[in-house]
């Protein structure tokens, strides 16, 4: 009994690890369902039942679509029926939230007083990104580094990598200053245009970049100081300037 679990242990953890590599584009319609029904038939071969299922329905579409008591007739458990009858359900759920939840829209205006309470009570310098689609929704927000009380890593590697697992489009990158300072230094605008240029390899626009300190938030994009390049920067009253060094 124990070398059946095993193996059927072994072969999801190939599945997933097969889809997490390559996507669910190289899966055979059977064996989409087969991993479906991963989770609603603990440890036992699954492969053969999607089989079965869409030997009988004809398609995947058509085992889900299948009415719940034909289902059951078939010989499949309540547990199993209802995952199936549950799944199409789900997705409309996901697809409307996707679609239209407003609240997944960044509204610049209002970024400001976020990023304030965000980093309320924070004593060391900490970098946060928000990634964007290409309609401004928001795919994934949080902190990427954390450092001492008057200094902190920008990851680029880092940052870049998630912009790319989320398919990102927009970044909006922000730190603070503890010390209540809310004005940029040199390492923060080299930091900025090496980002720029990082994300702008990948195709994805690095929107602005904002530093908090206390109740002050200051946008280079809006200080007109989101230089692309180092000479740009060079270029500028805030290069050797001793009040952004």
Not at 168 to 185: D, E, R, T, W
Request: proline share 4%; net charge negative; charged share 25%.
């Amino acid at each position: 009994m124990a070398t059946k679990k095993s193996e059927h242990s072994g072969h999801r953890n190939r599945m997933r690890k097969k889809f997490l590599e390559y996507g669910i584009d190289i899966f055979e319609p059977h064996e989409v369902l087969e991993i479906l029904l991963f989770y609603a038939i603990p440890m036992k071969d699954t492969n053969s039942v999607s089989h079965r299922l869409i030997d009988k329905f004809g398609s995947i579409s058509a085992v889900i679509d299948a009415p719940y008591d034909l289902l059951v007739d078939y010989g499949l458990s309540d547990n199993v029926a209802f995952f199936l009858k549950f799944l199409p359900e789900a997705w409309a759920v996901y697809k409307n939230d996707k679609i239209n939840n407003k609240n997944r829209i960044i509204d610049t205006d209002i970024l400001p007083q976020k990023l304030i309470n965000i980093y309320f009570s924070k004593k060391v310098e900490m970098a946060y990104i928000i990634l964007l689609d290409s309609h401004f929704k928001e795919l994934y927000s949080g902190f990427v580094s954390k450092g001492s009380a008057n200094t902190t890593e920008i990851n680029i590697p880092s940052i870049c990598e998630m912009a790319v697992r989320y398919s990102a489009k927009l970044v909006i990158l922000a730190h603070n200053h503890p010390s209540g300072c809310a004005q940029p230094s040199k390492s923060d605008f080299l930091a900025t245009i090496n980002l720029y240029q990082a994300l702008k390899n990948l195709d994805i626009l690095l929107m602005d970049h904002f530093l908090v300190a206390d109740e002050n938030v200051m946008s280079f994009y809006d200080e007109g100081c989101l230089f692309k390049t180092k000479n740009e920067y060079m270029e500028s009253k805030f290069y050797n300037n001793p009040l952004y060094l």
